[in-house]
């Protein structure tokens, strides 16, 4: 016998839809990560007026800085457009939430201890992960303000310091703007963000090294990891803590350093053994030079007795070589310019010869010239047998050429720059290969500023400014997380690529920002008859959602109302 199916009447029904994008998925990894857990208990809320918990209204940023990144007096409007649960909320939660209620929150994890909650979550990373922390990668960048904040000077709120918001070294290369130091340290397994400091805009990078590393000690419970960063961790207090401590390092010896010097002396007269570490294809021109590095232990140690350990690149030689030609027909030209300026040329010259960094290359000269003139002897009208008398003005006129033994010396050692090791017993293609994984750290500075859009930022007062960049870096960690967990999946199915990009296009390594936009339109629709619910539509997925689901370790149902 067929059964009977229920009729309503068109006017009494209603379909409502809500968006679930990629909050299913995150939400997986923020529960193995157990950061909701973390939050409670180091945000927590105590004050049984508060309708929106706290680390509720942190978990709901989060989720929103990974899919929507919508500014906070939008951000009620944003989630209401979602299905509740998927934020982690309830509709009452949703209704509670604002501006306000995401300050007061912000206010409370500026006043927690977040030292000990960021540590508490890079040790639940490793621990449901198996994140390796053997190699750790550190650098920083400067996110830039728009607002005044005239008292952000490093004052005391709630008894805890402030970031200081002032003028400093702008990486943005926007030295009108006030300045944060943004300070980073990622994972070699996976580009995995492990620490994150905040410093004022205008402190030096040396003496955080010491705070970074300790705090990184605590996080990994060993001292003996390796740890990569540039040449400013190049300064003897950072390196003798970190040496005196049991720690490993390798950085880049800056050119002020004595032995950079004695080497580049010593190369001009000497033909080196190096050894070749890489030999791959142009990773820029289908057709151009190869990309081929060499590496070389220099005959002395430096001056702490540590290895010093030499790369040659052959493309950052042809690099630098065409921008030193084109500093030198550059300051050709303006200095052809001032031939016709006679004043202050000495002042002129040397200007333009430290705009373009050619102070070596080029000797310029100055000799007396004289420009003449005729006139007549006389007033009136010019005749046949008008005399004329010359005048002579006297001028210094200047004249340049190439210093050829200067450029030859130069060109000699292009392409080259020192590292800076404690570990004697790394090899010189290891020195090279740990040094040369600390750019992917740049990737997540990238993702941060134009993924996340971090700046500007137009907050009530620099503690939450300083709490908003804590939860920027754990929308970061579970980004990381995302992103390292596809790839391994990816290796241990032995799938070389997918096709994330438009087209069908493929790529072979997918990032988490694709991924989410992959799930961005997903939605779940209810049928509801006078507020009850008669048929729940759920999500058709794609072969292709499907099997990212699966690399992911994500079950199908996070994706039906039963989830």
């Known amino acids: 016998m067929q059964a009977r199916q229920a009729t309503f009447p068109a006017d009494a029904l209603k379909l409502r839809s809500e968006r679930l994008g990629a909050l299913p998925l995150i939400n997986h990894f923020i529960e193995r990560l157990d950061l909701e857990a973390h939050l409670d208990a180091f945000v927590p809320s105590w004050d049984r007026r508060i309708r929106l918990p706290y680390a509720k209204a942190l978990g709901m940023l989060v989720r929103s800085l990974l899919i929507e990144r919508e ?57 449901h992960f198996d994140l390796e922390l053997a190699e750790l990668h ?43 130091l ?71 010896m800056p050119r002020t350093r004595l032995e950079d010097g004695e080497f580049r002396e010593w190369i001009q007269t000497h033909e080196p053994d190096w050894e070749r570490v890489r030999d791959e294809r142009n990773p820029h021109r289908r057709h151009g030079p190869r990309d081929r590095w060499w590496v070389l232990r220099a005959p002395l140690p430096s001056r702490e007795a540590w290895p010093v350990v030499w ?11 065409n921008r030193r030609r084109e500093r030198i027909a550059r300051a050709g030209e303006d200095l052809c310019a001032l031939n016709a300026k006679r004043a202050e040329l000495e002042q002129h010259i040397k200007g333009i ?12 000269e100055l000799y007396p010239a004289e420009q003449h003139h005729f006139r007549q002897a006389v007033r009136g009208r010019p005749g046949p047998n008008t005399r004329y008398v010359r005048k002579a003005r006297e001028f210094r006129q200047l004249r340049w050429s190439l210093d050829e033994d200067a450029i030859t010396y130069a060109r000699n050692t292009d392409g080259m720059y020192p590292l800076l090791t404690n570990d004697r017993s790394l090899s010189n293609a290891q020195v090279f290969e740990a040094h040369k994984r600390q750019p992917s750290i740049e990737k997540r500075f990238a993702q941060v500023k134009n993924v996340f859009e971090i700046a500007p930022v137009l907050l009530k007062n620099e503690g939450r400014i300083e709490a908003l960049f804590f939860v920027y870096f754990l929308a970061m960690l579970v980004q990381a997380l995302i992103e390292r967990e596809l790839r391994l999946a990816m ?5 070389e690529a997918l096709a994330l990009y438009p087209e069908e296009r493929t ?17 779940r629709h209810i049928l509801e008859h006078e507020g009850q619910t008669v048929r729940i539509f759920e999500p058709q997925m794609t072969d292709l959602q499907n099997q990212i689901l699966k690399l992911l370790g994500v079950p199908r149902s996070a994706y039906t109302s039963r989830g």
Request: aromatic residues 8%; contains cysteine; positive net charge.
């Open 311 to 321: 790369v040659h690149g052959a493309l950052s030689a042809l690099r630098q070589e």
């Open 71 to 127: 500014p906070m007096y939008r951000q009620h409007e944003s989630v209401s457009t979602f299905a509740p649960a998927a934020f982690g909320l309830d509709g009452a939660l949703v209704e509670s939430l604002s501006d306000d209620a995401i300050g007061r929150a912000l206010d409370r994890l500026f006043d927690a201890d977040r030292a000990v909650l960021l540590t508490a979550c890079v040790v639940s990373a490793v621990e």
């Open 182 to 252: 943004f300070i980073l340290t990622t994972s070699e397994d996976g580009g995995v963000p492990v620490q994150f400091r905040c410093e004022a805009g205008n402190r030096n990078d040396s003496p955080t090294h010491i705070e970074s590393w300790e705090a990184l000690r605590r996080a990994a419970g060993r001292s003996d990891f390796l740890y990569v960063a540039d040449s400013k961790r190049c300064a003897r207090e950072p390196m003798d803590h970190i040496n005196h401590r049991g720690g490993r390092f390798v950085c880049v």
């Open 138 to 180: 550190n650098d920083s960048t400067t996110v830039r303000f728009c607002g005044r904040y005239t008292q952000a000077r490093g004052r005391r709120l709630r008894a805890k310091r402030a970031p200081f918001v002032t003028y400093g070294h702008s990486k943005d290369h926007r030295p009108d703007l006030k300045p944060l």
């Open 353 to 364: 010869l430290g705009e373009h960094h050619v102070e070596a290359f080029l000797v310029v």
């Open 491 to 495: 290796q241990r199915e032995k799938i």
């Open 507 to 523: 790529i072979q390594r997918p990032t988490a920002e694709q991924i989410m936009r992959l799930f961005s339109l997903t939605q």
